[in-house]
């Protein structure tokens, strides 16, 4: 079993930064590891989309529009993901999703709950 558990949502004004967070757990990693962990959003209205997304090697990926102001970090030792948003705009204003690619045999998928961010002008 896994468990992802986000946090550091919460109202932030426009201009300013947020740093959300995300542990995994489970009993499972005493024989499995996990390739990639990221973040998603999802506005109200729009899809779910990849904001950033990060390897246990240490390779990033990021969304074009977050490009220079997010920041994707990982402490694997702790199986926790961390994005750094900075100078948010009312846009940017979503539910954030945490999400882990396991080491499995079928490359399982597991998803937090989900953290909202509201931006505030």
């Known amino acids: 079993q896994v468990q992802l558990v986000e946090s550091g949502g919460g109202l932030v004004q426009a201009g300013g930064s947020l740093r959300l967070s995300c542990a995994a757990s489970g009993s499972i990693f005493r024989i499995i590891s996990i390739n990639a962990m990221g973040w998603y959003r999802q506005a109200p209205g729009k899809q779910r989309e990849l904001v950033a997304s990060?390897?246990?090697?240490?390779?990033?990926n990021y969304a074009d529009s977050v490009k220079g102001r997010f920041t994707i970090s990982r402490d694997n030792a702790k199986n926790s993901v961390f994005l750094h948003m900075n100078f948010l705009i009312p846009d940017a204003a979503a539910v954030f999703y945490c999400n882990a690619l396991l080491s499995t045999r079928r490359r399982a998928a597991c998803w937090g709950p989900g953290t909202q961010v509201p931006v505030s002008s």
């Open positions: 990060i390897t246990s090697g240490g390779r990033t």
